[in-house]
């Protein structure tokens, strides 16, 4: 079982950073895959970010590629999302979500996920 904790989210003007935060616990973690996903209310859950945790592969969403970076520190089990020149389109709940495997873009493919946390851009 792996728990996952969301935090960093927030309200903030279009062209802004933000760094999100997922921070992990359980068993067997140093084998998982993490990935960072979003949601609009009456739209689908969309890939956003995902890494594989034991060899560092990477994959990103068309539209954030060049923008937000996926990045992990083994030590803390901690995933972060660096989101950087925010768009008010990029409004959504971010997810953070757990598997074992390679990096998945699919939500299907992750059994774990956290609470989320709301991203809000203004323009």
């Known amino acids: 079982q792996v728990q996952l904790v969301e935090s960093g989210g927030g309200l903030v003007q279009a062209g802004d950073s933000l760094r999100l935060s997922c921070a992990a616990s359980g068993r067997h973690f140093s084998y998982y895959a993490m990935g960072w996903f979003r949601q609009t209310p009456g739209k689908e859950r969309e890939f956003v970010a995902a890494?594989?945790?034991?060899?560092?592969?990477?994959a990103y969403g068309d539209s954030v590629k060049g923008r937000f970076t996926i990045s992990r520190d083994g030590a803390k089990h901690t995933v972060y999302l660096q989101m950087n020149s925010l768009k008010p389109e990029d409004t959504a709940v971010y997810y953070c979500a757990a598997d074992t495997g390679r990096c998945s873009v699919l939500a299907s493919t992750y059994r774990y996920w956290g609470q989320g946390t709301q991203v809000t851009v203004s323009s």
């Open positions: 890494i594989s945790w034991s060899r560092g592969d990477l």
